[in-house]
């Protein structure tokens, strides 16, 4: 949240599992859409917030698995913990942890719901210290809920019980859940004089309710959102111009609410990218970025022909006396690299190769020079390889482009390529 000295333009609050993620589209096609147009025209001057019911052990193994960027916020356990950088809990939110401490007693709850034989409590990776989980049916989740907070307000606990996609059932200290956590994160926003220009909420379950019930926020359900939610809606926001039932599943249906509510670019540039002349024509460094490696990830899928005239108009947007540092240390001129993609085209076709980048920036280090930072994580045959790259870039001649003048890439993690000579930038 300190990243900008002013307000974001737009927060962006993202449930995941069948919200942002498609768990029905192994190749994901339309997070990929959502994540290009994100760092191509968001990341600079926005947030991301996902919020989600699933524990921070279970929102990281998500993001091994699934091509999801680094958000600003993770609101993870249905609003019980607030991580900042959404990386590590070294950055949690102490203030809010002890805000849900009140009335909180968690042996209390344990001991009271361990009376209703009907709850199935779900596995230890699903639970965390503000929030007991279980699995449930529908009518008995319903009987439960009728006497449940009453027992535990007798010994002195009062709780939010969420019931959700027709067998998940939480129960959370009274300040917790999605709502909670969204209003004091934007409450802070405004303390700080941070207020967003507009936010917009995305959800497919019941769980994610509350979250529309944000007076300034807009909201969108996706097109395969749970009846739960839909039922939700007819009851009590059907006539809410701010609440938008989307025709389009998944990241499809938040790119379409971007453009249903005006607000900002909806078009992801792995839908318009202009095979003929891919470069920016405005000074733009992170649109340059992102478009280059779009269509470096079709080249390599034979997605356009085999032909020199790509090949030398990289070479037009790259100085001759450029070096790109590969991550293995080797260093080579760019136009070097370049020859060598050559060999390269149409041999990820059958490997569902993709590439995406994650925390794109560029900072002004001169009148007409560049850094453009960011992660660059490639997927082959299932196996995924990341590196931090760095990429300088001059203005130069009356054309007023952008030219690539050093590529430096480190592996991250535990990150390396079995073969050198198919990392190419």
């Known amino acids: 949240m300190d990243r900008f000295d002013g307000p974001p333009r737009l927060i962006l609050v993202a449930d995941l599992d069948c919200t942002l993620v498609d768990h029905d589209d192994p190749e994901n096609t339309d997070l ?35 091509p999801l960027l680094t958000p600003d916020i993770a609101v993870t356990s249905v609003g019980s913990v607030i991580v900042y950088g959404g990386d590590s809990l070294v950055s949690s939110d102490d203030v809010w942890t002890a ?12 001991e009271e719901t361990s009376k209703f034989p009907q709850l199935d409590p779900q596995p230890a990776k699903s639970q965390e210290p503000h929030k007991v989980s279980f699995f449930v049916e529908k009518e008995h989740a319903v009987e439960i809920m009728k006497v449940l907070p009453g027992r535990l307000e007798e010994r002195g606990v009062d709780v939010k019980l969420v019931y959700s996609n027709g067998y998940a059932f939480d129960v959370l200290p009274k ?35 509350e979250l529309f019930n944000i007076s300034q926020v807009y909201g969108v359900m996706v097109s395969n959102s749970h009846e739960e939610l839909l039922q939700w809606h ?19 249906g938040i790119i379409e609410a971007i453009e249903r509510f005006s607000l900002g670019p909806s078009v992801s540039p792995r839908d318009v990218l202009d ?27 034979g997605e356009v022909e085999k032909s020199d005239k790509y090949l030398q108009y990289l070479k037009s947007l790259s100085s001759p006396l450029g070096v790109f540092v590969h991550p293995s240390g080797e260093e080579k001129l760019i136009h070097e690299w370049i020859d060598e993609m050559g060999n390269l085209h149409g041999d990820g076709k059958e490997k569902q190769f993709r590439i995406w980048l994650d925390k794109v920036s560029s900072s002004h280090i001169s009148s007409d020079t560049w ?26 001649g009356e054309k007023q482009k952008l030219t ?10 535990e990150s390396f390529s079995d073969d050198q000579e198919k990392w190419i930038f």
């Open 32 to 66: 990929l859409r959502f994540n290009a147009l994100w760092e191509a025209q968001y990341r600079h001057d926005s947030l991301l917030v996902y919020c989600t019911g699933r524990s921070f052990s279970s929102y990281s193994s998500l993001r091994k698995k699934r």
């Open 99 to 110: 805000h849900l401490d009140d009335k909180w007693n968690r042996d209390i709850v344990l």
């Open 175 to 209: 300040g917790a859940g999605k709502q909670g956590a969204l209003t004091y994160l934007l409450d802070k926003l405004e303390v700080e004089g941070k207020q967003p220009s507009n936010t917009l909420v995305c959800g497919d379950s019941g769980n994610d309710a």
């Open 234 to 252: 007819e009851e009590n926001a059907k006539d809410n111009p701010k609440i938008f039932h989307a025709s389009q599943r998944c990241g499809a």
């Open 275 to 301: 095979t003929e002349n891919f470069h920016v024509e405005s000074l733009n460094p992170v649109h340059e970025v992102v478009k280059f490696y779009l269509f470096y990830e079709r080249w390599r899928c």
């Open 371 to 396: 850094v453009a930072r960011f992660d660059k994580h490639e997927l082959s045959e299932g196996k995924v390889r990341s590196c931090s790259t760095k990429v300088l870039l001059s203005c130069q």
């Open 404 to 413: 690539w003048m050093h590529i430096h890439q480190s592996w991250l993690d």
